[in-house]
């Protein structure tokens, strides 16, 4: 995994990140077998936000057909945005209560 241009180790500062296969089940609508779906989790958010990115590479199929290169990115978020919303919306709540009084 990279962030920018510098390689990182994910389980370092998420240690409890967790990346799972679906597993379809037998009426899926995905009849190909060739499309894998994947679960990101990450159950406790680092103090300060992460632009991440992998880079991938299709499988090159036995026909030689074309390979394609691609990059997925993962945006995670900040544990102190949660306090700050929290914080801004309750003051924006007790402004609208102080004109009544």
């Known amino acids: 995994m990279y962030e920018g241009n510098s390689k990182v180790r994910i389980l370092e500062f998420l240690p409890d990140a967790k990346l ?3 597993k379809s089940s037998g009426d899926s609508s995905r009849k190909n077998g060739k499309t894998n779906t994947y679960n990101f ?5 680092p103090s300060d936000e992460h ?6 590479t299709a499988a090159r ?3 030689g057909g074309t390979v394609t290169d691609c990059q997925v ?6 544990s102190a945005i949660r306090p700050v919303m ?3 919306a309750i003051v924006g709540f007790v402004a609208s209560l102080l004109q009544f009084a």
């Open 20 to 22: 799972e296969e679906v």
């Open 86 to 88: 929290a914080a801004s």
């Open 73 to 78: 990115f993962f945006h995670i978020a900040s």
């Open 51 to 56: 632009h991440l990115h992998v880079n991938c």
């Open 61 to 63: 199929e036995k026909s």
């Open 41 to 45: 989790t990450v159950p406790h958010l």
